[in-house]
């Protein structure tokens, strides 16, 4: 670069840096000081002012690094996304992780790279089955369906809001069940002690729905590196944003990256990074299905695939994220304690989330089953279950949350068997899809629970109002 485009890049960068500081403050995380952050974050209002379930929280830095890619204008996916690919993966402790553009693109493509010819007598084939989970979001389950696949539910645990894994072995059909596809639901780590030996003892994949669950660890390890791919979302309302933008993450089977990448990539042979050629040395050199020997291996399909790429200024913005992540883990944990122990008077009226193997709460802490296993949660929202005795219900709750501008949500899509297009499905082909057992768990979260926010943008002030808003709700249902 010219010095003197280097020069005005860097004016450029800190007038933006400036503007972002005013402009923004109000995304800015909620454990900072005045002092800190060096801006006065605009004062809350009881009432007035919104208290969202999630969003994204992010600095100058982050600005700065989206308008510095910007201004390279390297716009598709290019050596920002190599730096982040790397740096996550580092994160996670795996092999790689392949960036695209979504969540629920990364599920895809984790199910589609298991279809593939490549993997030989281990490859996913039309109507083989996926074990998974009843309740839950609709794209962790969808891309089973979309690549001819059968899924098979087993039911959710109110409290941990994740599969009970004593069905697996019902679920299985010896033969036909190949994978299992579970989330770490709401930031909580299924048991993966269960779901990993019974795949082990199968012989089946495993693929990790970690888009949630960033951050989380089980036994110390972190969720998204226990399966053989795993899946990341980083929509606003995640660990950690790029806008739009998702990952699979590969824990050692390397073959698989190159396949999750020919999907990404339009389905192609090729694995140049974008921008460069000849990588393998042979571009003119293969001989691959019917094609003419020394066909542009550029122009060479091995998959039916998509193109699900971010753009690299995705990507800068990530890496500013990252290293931001350990204290935004920090902040969910220390938010979803505040809250437990603010709303701890009103058991009588609500269960309340616990981690995997956690046998209870209290103003010291979780107390532990017997397993020897330990989920470390960084907490995606707080849940509260109302009690069926309780003088108010689920929906009553969540209006007067509305009433008082704070977000909530139900559990995603709920038990989505009952979603319009489950049903639809069912009457055109019984066959697509079975459950084990009557699903009453996935049905209970789907008629009463429902979770506020503990994201890292949230300050103590909105926090304290969260849960006088609750108090004063129940108080008011008991006159």
């Not at 998974?132 to 001819?148: C, R």
């Not at 495993?206 to 888009?211: A, G, P």
């Not at 990448?261 to 299905?289: I, P």
């Not at 309340?352 to 470390?376: E, I, K, N, V, Y």
Request: glycine share 10%.
């Amino acid at each position: 670069m010219h010095s003197d485009a280097a020069k005005l890049k860097e004016e450029i960068l800190r007038l933006t840096r400036e503007f972002a500081r005013l402009a923004h403050a109000a995304n800015r995380p909620g454990y900072e000081s005045a002092e800190e952050s060096g801006v006065e974050r605009a004062p809350f209002v009881p009432g007035q002012t919104a208290v969202p379930y999630a969003g994204r929280v992010f600095t100058e830095h982050e600005v700065a690094a989206a308008v510095g890619a910007t201004l390279d204008f390297w716009l598709t996916l290019g050596p920002e996304g190599a730096a982040f690919e790397k740096s996550l993966a580092e994160f996670l402790g795996v092999k790689a992780s392949v960036l695209c553009n979504s969540g629920s693109s990364a599920n895809l493509l984790a199910m589609a790279a298991l279809s593939s010819p490549r993997l030989g007598a281990r490859r996913l084939n039309p109507r083989d089955e996926v074990i998974t989970v009843a309740a839950g979001f609709p794209t962790t389950v969808a891309p089973i369906l979309q690549n001819g696949l059968v899924p098979v539910f087993i039911d959710n645990d109110p409290l941990t809001l994740n599969g009970r894994v004593e069905q697996l072995e019902e679920a299985r059909n010896p033969g036909r069940s190949k994978a299992v596809l579970m989330a770490h639901t709401l930031g909580n780590p299924f048991d993966l002690a269960a779901v990993t030996e019974f795949c082990h003892r199968h012989d089946l994949w495993l693929i990790e729905d970690n888009c949630d669950a960033l951050g989380c660890a089980y036994d110390g390890r972190p969720t998204g590196s226990f399966g053989d791919l795993s899946t990341q979302s980083f929509y606003p309302p995640h660990h950690l944003t790029l806008g739009e933008g998702g990952a699979v993450n590969v824990r050692d089977n390397l073959k698989l990256r190159v396949i999750l990448e020919s999907f990404r990539d339009w389905g192609r042979d090729c694995w140049c990074a974008s921008g460069k050629d000849n990588t393998c040395g042979r571009r003119f050199q293969w001989k691959l299905g019917e094609l003419p020997e020394g066909y542009d291996h550029k122009y060479i399909y091995s998959h039916l695939g998509y193109n699900l790429k971010p753009l690299d200024p995705q990507a800068a913005i990530g890496r500013a994220q990252l290293l931001k992540l350990p204290r935004f883990i920090q902040a969910r944990k220390a938010n979803w304690e505040r809250l437990r122990r603010g709303l701890a008077p009103l058991e009588e009226f609500f269960q309340f989330m616990l981690p995997t193997h956690a046998a209870g709460w209290s103003p010291g802490g979780f107390s532990w089953d017997s397993s020897g296993h330990r989920a470390d949660c960084s907490w995606f929202g707080f849940m509260m279950l109302v009690k069926p005795g309780a003088p108010f219900t689920r929906t009553e709750l969540a209006r007067g949350l509305d009433a008082r501008k704070i977000g909530n949500r139900m559990l995603f899509g709920g038990n989505l068997l009952r979603q319009p297009a489950f049903v639809q499905l069912r009457k055109d082909n019984p066959a697509a899809f079975r459950a084990v057992g009557d699903l009453s768990g996935a049905d209970r979260i789907m008629n009463q629970a429902i979770f506020i926010g503990a994201y890292p943008g949230l300050t103590p002030p909105m926090l304290d109002y969260m849960i006088e808003s609750v108090t004063e709700f129940v108080k008011s249902k008991l006159k």
